[in-house]
């Protein structure tokens, strides 16, 4: 009973390499059929030649059953630019291949709406959603840009969105995990790693990254390296986003597809002493580089801050929520908006919250952590709610907006509520630190100099994309155990941290200083 059409599905680690040489491989890969021992590995990870692809594949169906084919899913669990590029690989395959003469009848975009814990193939319910042609996230279906990239495929037109100009992971040199062997070279066990790139083809434009000595700045360029994004990532020296000659020859120069605006003024409190270089970097800058996205038709995603609000609100504050910032960092990042918005409509402007994050030395979690691990006390305020975000997420996320092609502002945080001192004791529990050498400070006893809203929650009525709190923590420990187990370094960053803190109270006074050596801050 044959079938009327073959329906293939085929996944990017359904192709194994079966290896008798076992050294070669870690011992969870070893195994056997009864007769014969091998390591069993996917051929993704270690065919420098690279996969023979979809189209190979449909080839050798349609030879050996000579029966109607169709590509019943071409998905992939990955970010954005991955499913686009794996979409457009197999509709270039499957296209190829009917011209040629083959019966292929179809390339369906499988999941239209997205799959929950399909990762693990549904054996467990961890709430894990992998977005597809639309995403659910959200109180309405929201298109993606896989809904973008079908329409144009179904037109007969050619794709036009400039991350495709990129190979996909399963092309590049960094999805090997093991030596690299060739089918080709007769077991030497050697073979020249291609990404299989077409030649002639144009070099992909990059994205554009300020604040490239900021800690936004550099996890963007790390996970775009992550995801084969092409990228310039610049320092202040390079470009004042503030300065308009000089946001114009870059942009003239580098021709991006995209600005990521990662600069600005991060310091809330000095901001009061120095409102107008606040406004300068926050404000003028964002502005500036709205005003010369709009004229080289170039993407914006810039950053806000859940200071736009006065906290005096009791439950999350979503986008369409009236500003009232307290202090001068909030009316910087307020007017930021505004002016952004004025001159480039299509720009996207998240705001988030208090960052952490696995490579920053510097976030409270991470110095936290560090003095624990060196047995110095730790004082965090016990009032006053945040939600927090986990650098990595927050990047991930907004890049995959920002393709997407959306604008206005959204929210991303890891979720919440909580407070500062209760994020560093769940952080310090499942690092296995002992915390009673915590204590908790109100907001009002660390204040040093601008006054900051009591409520400081972010929600969203636009898509909640961030995965839960406990699972960024879990993944920030696993990540960034380093920065705070190498004890040698701990006492130096500790105590940098205490001198900061130091200088920041010597601004506000002494009787300020004096509480501060009484409670141990300051006592390296």
């Not at 051929?43 to 000579?66: F, I, N, T």
């Not at 467990?124 to 929201?142: I, K, M, N």
């Not at 030596?179 to 790693?193: D, E, L, Y």
Request: contains cysteine.
């Amino acid at each position: 009973c044959p079938p009327d059409i073959l329906g293939i599905n085929h996944y990017l680690t359904s192709e194994r390499f079966l290896d008798e040489r076992l050294e070669r491989y870690p011992e969870h890969t070893h195994g056997g059929n009864g007769r014969h021992t091998y390591a069993d590995v996917e051929a993704v990870r270690v065919l420098g030649d690279g996969l023979a692809g979809p189209k190979a594949l449909l080839r050798e169906a349609w030879d050996r059953y000579h029966l109607p084919v169709a590509v019943t899913e071409a998905h992939l669990g990955c970010t954005r630019e991955e499913q686009m590029r794996w979409l457009w690989e197999v509709w270039q395959g499957a296209k190829a291949l009917r011209d040629e003469g083959v019966d292929l009848r179809a390339v369906t975009a499988w999941s239209l709406l997205g799959a929950y814990d399909w990762n693990s193939l549904l054996t467990c319910f961890a709430g894990c959603y992998e977005p597809g042609v639309f995403d659910l996230r959200g109180p309405s279906a929201r298109p993606t840009a896989l809904a973008a990239l079908a329409s144009e495929l179904a037109r007969g037109q050619e794709p036009t969105h400039p991350v495709l100009a990129g190979p996909g992971w399963w092309r590049r040199p960094a999805r090997l995990e093991y030596p690299p062997v060739s089918v080709h070279a007769r077991g030497k066990g050697t073979a020249v790693i291609s990404d299989r790139r077409k030649t002639g083809k144009p070099e992909a434009r990059p994205l554009l990254i300020t604040g490239g000595s900021g800690t936004l700045g550099q996890a963007f360029a790390r996970l775009c390296d992550l995801r084969g994004l092409a990228y310039r990532l610049l320092s202040r020296r390079e470009l004042d986003v503030a300065d308009g000659r000089s946001v114009e020859r870059v942009l003239k120069e580098i021709e991006p597809w995209a600005v990521v605006n990662a600069a600005g003024y991060v310091a809330v409190n000095a901001a009061e002493q120095e409102p107008y270089l606040c406004f300068r970097e926050n404000t003028k800058g964002a502005a500036t580089l709205a005003g010369a996205c709009a004229r080289h038709a170039a993407r914006l995603l810039t950053f806000s801050s859940v200071m736009v609000f006065d906290g005096t609100k009791r439950e999350p504050y979503v986008e369409s929520d009236a500003t009232r910032p307290l202090n001068v960092y909030g009316r910087s990042k307020a007017e930021a908006e505004l002016r952004v918005r004025a001159f480039l409509p299509s720009a996207l402007i998240v705001r988030t919250g208090a960052f952490f994050g696995p490579w920053d030395e510097e976030n409270f979690v991470t110095c936290g952590l560090r003095a624990l691990a060196q047995g110095l006390p730790v004082h965090e305020p016990g009032n006053g709610l945040i939600t927090p975000v986990y650098v990595p997420d927050l990047v991930h996320a907004s890049l995959d907006l920002l393709i997407d092609g959306e604008s206005g502002i959204w929210h991303l945080a890891n979720g919440g509520p909580v407070t500062r001192a209760e994020l560093v004791r769940q952080a310090a529990h499942r690092a296995g630190f002992d915390t009673a050498g915590m204590s908790d400070w109100s907001m009002e006893a660390m204040d040093l100099g601008a006054p900051r809203p009591a409520y400081s929650v972010l929600g969203s009525e636009r898509g909640l994309l961030l995965p839960p709190l406990d699972d960024a923590l879990a993944r920030y420990i696993d990540e960034g155990r380093p920065m705070w187990t190498t004890r040698e370094q701990v006492r130096p960053q500790v105590m940098q941290q205490n001198f900061r803190r130091a200088a920041a109270a010597i601004r506000t006074g002494p009787d300020r200083l004096s509480d501060l050596i009484g409670l141990g801050t300051i006592h390296d």
